[in-house]
């Protein structure tokens, strides 16, 4: 399969309401659709996360394609470390990682459906039968917050997650209308997204695990010293998930060895390919980590490559990360089975299992030519610069 052309697309698709945290305030995601297409035709699609500045990831994506054209779409290791290696992205690594992931998501697509399996085949098979994902609560009022708790267990959600790290007092009120909504069996995660110090953490994570049982808590401090995660995981009965700072193998295997977590929330962005993914995933499952699929904001592309990758791991997590239900639409197809609730089974299609329905990546491709990026911070469309 010999790779004949590569093509980008940003585009944006909205939220039905803003994401909002300690970090971010956004209104939708956008990101880089990658297409590669065969000499013979195939076609693989992939999806580059935007981080800061998609426009530069964008950049980062065609800076692949000397390295692409002409090889086999097999080749995809030799790819990444000439594209690496080569081509310097490993000085820019954070940079290059969120570009390649959705090159390598192309290439396992191509692979799929070379061979006519789905790509969990590929890496080894399945695990389990379906990956079970979390409801994505937004902050509100204690009574805003019950009613989406309310309609999460009619659809059948045993985990639920909320941002905090932005107003302790109002956050309890919500979390205490959490618990009640859902009662006592079902999961409750936070993500502070780094907003507390040490202390400020441990005295809020004692209080909040002892009134309302947390699962576990994302992020609460930064990652680097490792020594500061380490240190809340021994004041607190509260389970740590790392995230922010896990910015490719070398901090991921930092945190591991640190015992900083006792939950590794990353994904094939983090680290730039889906193998890697994988092999850092069970790396941790060696040492008695978990993992849990993490989103930066992702299109059905992405969503799909991570099932993929969940299927076949031992250690993943319940609730894993997802933002298909919170998303106006998409670029497929057809709507990804989280869309309306939390489990998704084997896909049985070829590669990646979805398609893309090209009159929706046209339409979005237009939203981001008229309104730009959805920035991780608020800023109103009337104020936004045409890209």
């Not at 609730?341 to 070829?350: A, D, F, Q, S």
Request: aromatic letters at 10%.
């Amino acid at each position: 399969m010999k790779i004949e052309r590569l093509e980008t697309f940003i585009v944006s698709v909205p939220y039905v309401h803003d994401e909002v945290s300690s970090r971010i305030h956004r209104g939708g995601v956008t990101d880089v659709i990658v297409k590669v297409t065969t000499a013979d035709g195939a076609v693989g699609w992939g999806e580059s996360c935007s981080g800061a500045d998609v426009a530069s990831v964008e950049r980062a994506v065609a800076a692949a394609e000397p390295f692409l054209i002409g090889r086999d779409a097999w080749d995809g290791e030799a790819i990444f470390r000439d594209f690496f290696k080569i081509g310097l992205w490993d000085f820019r690594a954070p940079t290059g990682y969120f570009a390649f992931a959705g090159i390598d998501q192309a290439l396992w697509d191509l692979r799929g459906k070379d061979v006519g399996q789905p790509v969990y085949r590929l890496l080894g098979g399945a695990l389990r039968d379906e990956v079970d994902y979390f409801c994505y609560l937004a902050q509100g009022s204690p009574e805003d917050v019950t009613y989406q708790c309310q309609a999460g267990v009619a659809r059948g959600y045993t985990c639920f997650y909320l941002k905090v790290g932005i107003d302790a007092t109002a956050e309890t009120a919500m979390l205490a209308a959490v618990r009640y909504a859902v009662g006592d069996d079902r999961k409750i995660r936070i993500d502070a997204n780094e907003a507390w110090s040490v202390p400020e953490a441990v005295k809020i994570l004692r209080r909040w695990d002892r009134e309302f049982n947390l699962d576990f808590c994302e992020a609460p401090v930064s990652g680097r010293p490792v020594d500061s995660m380490r240190e809340i995981r021994e004041q607190t009965s509260v389970s740590i998930s790392a995230n922010e700072w896990l910015w490719g193998p070398a901090e991921i295997l930092e945190m591991i060895r640190g015992r900083g977590a006792d939950v590794l929330c990353f994904s094939a962005y983090w680290v730039g390919t889906i193998r890697r993914f994988m092999s850092l995933s069970l790396l941790a499952d060696h040492h008695g980590l978990r993992v849990c699929k993490h989103t930066h904001g992702e299109l059905g592309i992405a969503a799909a490559a991570g099932q993929q990758v969940l299927l076949m791991l031992p250690n993943a997590v319940d609730g894993n990360q997802q933002t298909a239900s919170i998303m106006e639409d998409d670029i497929l197809t057809e709507p990804l089975p989280i869309r309306d609730g939390p489990r998704w089974g084997r896909p049985e299609k070829p590669g990646l299992g979805v398609e893309v329905d090209e009159g929706k990546l046209a339409r979005y491709a237009e939203l981001y030519a008229e309104r730009g990026q959805f920035l991780p911070y608020r800023v109103p469309l009337s104020e936004r610069q045409t890209p």
